[in-house]
């Protein structure tokens, strides 16, 4: 498991946006948050990152897993690009002579700023260069 949630509940005054939420994710699996404005989806996110504590229930977290999430409005320093933005949260990669493309078989081979990301970073700095 990677992360986990179990009977989380979390109340903004008499409004409870998360009641009783269980989930479980386990390594390969993707998650699709969707829902009408103040649904919890946010909120969910922050349980999950740390950023909110529950009011009730626990958060579990396997072992050496740090979980992250774009700011929903986020603020970027001038002259700043949207790639920096989106990778700022990214460790710094280690120097690599080249790396097997994503989705590509390990038969392309290519050097660039968003192959030295993880696969999965490397998609979501892809679809921020389309916006």
Known sequence: MLVGLQDVIK?????????????QIEPGDRLALVGRNGAGKSTLLKVLTG????????????????VRALAQDPVFPEGSTIERGAGSGLPRPRRARTRPRCGGGGHEWRQSREHRASCGA????RTARRL
């Not at 903004?12 to 998360?18: I, N």
């Not at 529950?54 to 050496?64: F, H, M, N, W, Y």
């Open 11 to 23: 109340d903004y005054g008499t409004r409870a946006v998360l009641n009783g939420i269980s989930l």
């Open 51 to 66: 950023a909110v504590v529950p009011d009730a229930g626990t958060v579990l977290r396997g072992q050496d897993v740090r």
């Open 122 to 125: 490397a998609g979501a700095l």
